[in-house]
T-cell receptor, first 113, second 115 residues
Framework: DQQVKQNSPSLSVQEGRISILNCDYTNSMFDYFLWYKKYPAEGPTFLISISSIKDKNEDGRFTVFLNKSAKHLSLHIVPSQPGDSAVYFCAASGEASGSRLTFGEGTQLTVNP | DTGVSQNPRHKITKRGQNVTFRCDPISEHNRLYWYRQTLGQGPEFLTYFQNEAQLEKSRLLSDRFSAERPKGSFSTLEIQRTEQGDSAMYLC?????????????FGPGTRLTVT
């Protein structure tokens, strides 16, 4: 049962343009949604999160949008930079799921100079 | 560097052998988590500790797997009688008892290859 899904295994964008990464979830009990970035040979690095009571959270070039009715969230990166090239994981958590993070499969973002 | 550290970074073993991995969390973090990541998938939760108490175990954690955190600091994950299906990246993460945004901080992982 894949409770968090990222349907796009890869995304390629030009430097300076917007990157939009998508994530869908099925468990309405999730309270928090997080995005992690992973470079090769490193562990995932926390990027940004959003509470289920909000619909938008912004941090510099990164903005996460949450649509609870659609059980969908997205990460926008503007402007995209070559250093943003990495695998991005969507994750969800909440009191109902204990302390575990439930991850999606990941999306490989490539930003071309 | 005060991040999460894991040792070894790579381990190659033959099927049937036992292996043990170590994780040192961020020093002020009370919670410690183990995840497993296979190719093309996101990390999957295995177990977590609050100080020295193991509070939750995933059904992925078969009888051949055991984790300890004896003094509430570092943790070890042991796999007995390894199988080829155990080949994966094993990730450790830590967090404060009440993380502000449920964030967890990950180590670089131990890549296990079972031949």
């Amino acid at each position: 049962d894949q409770q968090v899904k990222q349907n796009s295994p890869s995304l390629s964008v030009q430097e300076g343009r917007i990157s939009i990464l998508n994530c869908d979830y099925t468990n309405s009990m999730f309270d928090y949604f997080l995005w992690y970035k992973k470079y090769p040979a490193e562990g995932p690095t926390f990027l940004i999160s959003i509470s289920s009571i909000k619909d938008k959270n912004e941090d510099g070039r990164f903005t996460v949008f949450l649509n609870k009715s659609a059980k969908h969230l997205s990460l926008h990166i503007v402007p995209s930079q070559p250093g943003d090239s990495a695998v991005y994981f969507c994750a969800a958590s909440g009191e109902a799921s204990g302390s575990r993070l439930t991850f999606g499969e990941g999306t490989q973002l490539t930003v071309n100079p | 560097d005060t991040g999460v550290s894991q040792n070894p970074r790579h381990k190659i073993t033959k099927r049937g052998q036992n292996v043990t991995f170590r994780c040192d969390p961020i020093s002020e973090h009370n919670r410690l988590y183990w995840y497993r990541q296979t190719l093309g998938q996101g990390p999957e939760f295995l177990t977590y500790f609050q100080n020295e108490a193991q509070l939750e175990k995933s059904r992925l954690l078969s009888d051949r797997f055991s984790a300890e955190r004896p003094k509430g600091s570092f943790s070890t994950l042991e796999i007995q009688r390894t199988e080829q299906g155990d080949s994966a990246m094993y990730l450790c993460a830590s967090s404060p008892t009440t993380p502000v945004e449920y964030e967890q901080y990950f180590g670089p992982g131990t890549r296990l290859t079972v031949t």
